[in-house]
């Protein structure tokens, strides 16, 4: 089976792509005579004729972010410290149940359900509805929040320690990453999204950020 990344999951309503790099051209797309990705041709389908969800997808709705009960009247709901169901605290008990359901409409376009039941917490069940697009010609760059750039207690060390844990990569492969890409990470108070320029110089790979910080 193809993978399925979803930057949409239940409890993860409010979660948006930390960071990405765009301008990635996805093999085998359909796509416009001016070369962009037709996201609204069919949706494809596996080899048994089943819908296939396998792809980036990015949520696009934006009344549920942050706020998973939008849709809920004041009272509708009790009260549990233990954990959130999204960003404003909605709480849950052991006995939540949730159903979703997952509709690829066509290439680009997905319809998503999810449905939370916790009789405990909650006067009636409800349901999410949710949409998201699929960011086609992309790839997701991992990206460690304990070791992001605003924790100054990982900058630790000396320039000649780069010297003692380089690794040597062809530089065919280096020339792949060469290019202008859009960061899509909210965080922090630069600007957003952020342009990145990358670039290749002995050996080694270069950012520009914003045409201002080297990275």
């Known amino acids: 089976m193809k993978p399925i990344v979803f930057v949409i999951i239940l409890f993860a309503v409010t979660t948006t792509v930390a960071a990405q790099w765009l301008k990635y051209p996805t093999p085998g797309i359909p796509r416009t005579a001016n070369g962009k990705p037709n996201l609204t041709a069919p949706a494809p389908r596996t080899a048994d004729g089943k819908p296939d969800l396998s792809g980036i997808w990015q949520r696009i709705s934006a009344k549920y972010s942050g706020n998973v009960a939008a849709d809920l009247k004041p009272g509708e709901h009790g009260f549990n410290d233990r954990s959130w169901l999204d960003g404003y605290g909605h709480p849950h008990s052991e006995a ?37 697009e699929l960011n086609a010609d992309s790839d997701l760059f991992e990206s460690v929040c304990n070791e992001s750039h605003t924790s100054l207690e990982h900058w630790v060390g000396k320039v000649s320690d ?29 600007p957003h999204p952020a342009i990145i320029e990358i670039t290749v110089s002995n050996g080694a790979l270069f950012a520009e950020l914003n045409g201002g910080d080297i990275l």
């Open 96 to 132: 939540l149940r949730t159903t979703e359901r997952y509709r690829r409409v066509d290439f680009g376009h997905m319809n998503i359900e999810v449905t939370l039941n916790d009789p405990q917490v909650y006067a009636r069940p409800w349901t999410v509805p949710l949409r998201a």
């Open 162 to 190: 780069e010297k003692k844990t380089e690794a040597k990569v062809a530089p065919e492969i280096l020339a792949k990453y060469a290019g202008t890409y859009e960061e899509q990470d909210l965080w922090g108070n630069r």
